[in-house]
């Protein structure tokens, strides 16, 4: 089965919030509201050994995903393409699968009283496009394909770098799909770097 997901290459990440904006933009939104977030890491160590890079986050779409275990509505759910999604019919706002998440990625639509969350974009890959933060990375660092096709882009960027190089969130028996990619000669990935 797909394991689609989205990889950031942290070597060529600017920081620029482009992905967050046209994410926003996209999906509509709500201020203060977000499904995909830039945080800023560090610094960390000491001048002038320094270390600081942007992280973005979105939904890491886990193999194992918490979220979808807890919801007592079936709301959270994987649908036909392995993809963890909310229904927003079935959510009755009970926000567990927000604590459930390791995360903390999923938001409170304060207006239709429901959890959202990136959806990567389902609307635009249903047919055949990108999820908008990866058409709109002005650096080329966001990919989006299934990690079990070889041939696709994330697994073509993957296959670029060392396992040293490649990252991903703190692993709690969730198994993340979403990777990052940041070698040495960039900085240094910290572990819960979250």
């Given at each position: 089965m797909a394991h689609n997901c989205i990889?950031?290459?942290?070597?060529?990440?600017?920081?620029?919030?482009?992905?967050?904006?046209t994410c926003k933009m996209e999906?509509?939104?709500?201020?203060g509201e977000h499904w995909n977030k830039m945080l800023q890491r560090g610094p960390f160590g000491d001048y002038p050994n320094m270390t600081r890079y942007p992280l973005p986050t979105m939904c890491q779409q886990c193999a194992d995903a918490p979220c979808v275990h807890v919801c007592p509505t079936g709301a959270s759910y994987r649908d036909g393409n392995n993809v963890v999604?909310?229904?927003?019919?079935?959510?009755?706002g009970c926000k567990y699968c927000m604590m459930a998440c390791p995360y903390g990625v999923r938001d409170w639509n304060k207006a239709s009283k429901t959890v959202e969350k990136c959806t990567l974009?389902?609307?635009?890959?249903?047919?055949?496009?990108?999820?908008?933060?990866?058409?709109?990375?002005?650096?080329?660092?966001?990919f989006y394909g299934d990690l079990d096709d070889p041939n696709s882009d994330v697994s073509k960027e993957?296959?670029?770098?060392?396992?040293?190089?490649?990252?991903?969130?703190?692993?709690?028996g969730n198994?993340?799909?979403?990777?990052?990619?940041?070698?040495?000669?960039?900085?240094?990935?910290?572990?819960g770097a979250e």
């Open positions: 990889v950031v290459n942290l070597d060529r990440c600017t920081g620029c919030y482009s992905c967050e904006i999906n509509d939104i709500a201020l999604l909310i229904d927003r019919e079935k959510c009755i974009c389902g609307h635009l890959t249903a047919n055949g496009e990108l999820p908008a933060c990866v058409k709109s990375c002005s650096a080329g660092a966001r993957l296959a670029k770098y060392d396992a040293a190089d490649i990252h991903e969130l703190p692993n709690v198994n993340p799909c979403t990777k990052y990619i940041m070698t040495s000669m960039h900085g240094e990935w910290m572990e």
